[in-house]
């Protein structure tokens, strides 16, 4: 009797063995699936780990976005001025009569190609002066 048991138990032990080396590895649909999550994961964090490799706009663009800023918190419109050199300065469009020509802030960027003249509202909408395009338009100097 033990020796049926014995036999009976080698050959379930047989079959679990040959059931596991059955799903020892991966079938294709599960490795598809695995690969294409991951490329999904990659395309949705990669952008944002990766730097542009252009940099030369992303000051005049924060200072255009602190300026936009200043109008709305200010309440009034602002005048912000970039000259050839670099030197900005942001000033009220219509001065208070005690505050002179003061700027409200001003400073230095990289130097630019052609001057530029911003007005912002205290909506918050931006649009370039009549300088700007007038400058923009003239030709350079040889």
Same mark, same amino acid.
């Given at each position: 009797?033990?020796?049926?048991?014995?036999?009976?138990?080698?050959?379930?032990?047989?079959?679990?063995?040959?059931?596991?080396?059955?799903?020892?590895?991966?079938?294709?649909? #599960?490795?598809?699936?695995?690969?294409?999550?991951?490329?999904?994961?990659?395309?949705?964090?990669?952008?944002?780990? *990766?730097?542009?490799?252009?940099?030369?706009?992303? !000051? *005049?663009?924060?200072?255009?976005?602190?300026?936009?800023?200043?109008?709305?918190?200010?309440? #009034?419109?602002?005048?912000?001025?970039?000259?050839?050199?670099?030197?900005?300065?942001?000033?009220? #469009?219509?001065?208070?009569?005690?505050?002179?020509?003061?700027?409200?802030?001003?400073?230095?960027?990289?130097?630019?190609?052609? !001057?530029?003249?911003?007005?912002?509202?205290?909506?918050?909408?931006?649009?370039?002066?009549?300088?700007?395009?007038?400058?923009?338009?003239?030709?350079?100097?040889?």
């Amino acid at each position: 009797m033990s020796n049926l048991r014995s036999v009976r138990r080698s050959r379930d032990d047989d079959r679990v063995d040959e059931a596991w080396s059955r799903r020892l590895g991966f079938t294709l649909v #599960e490795t598809v699936v695995v690969l294409v999550l991951l490329a999904l994961g990659t395309a949705l964090v990669a952008p944002s780990l *990766l730097t542009p490799g252009n940099d030369q706009g992303r !000051p *005049l663009v924060g200072l255009i976005a602190v300026a936009r800023d200043a109008a709305i918190r200010r309440a #009034e419109t602002l005048r912000l001025e970039v000259d050839v050199s670099g030197q900005w300065r942001l000033t009220p #469009e219509t001065p208070a009569p005690d505050a002179g020509a003061a700027p409200l802030m001003e400073g230095r960027l990289e130097p630019g190609s052609a !001057p530029l003249v911003l007005r912002f509202s205290p909506l918050g909408s931006c649009a370039p002066d009549a300088v700007s395009f007038h400058a923009a338009a003239a030709p350079a100097a040889l």
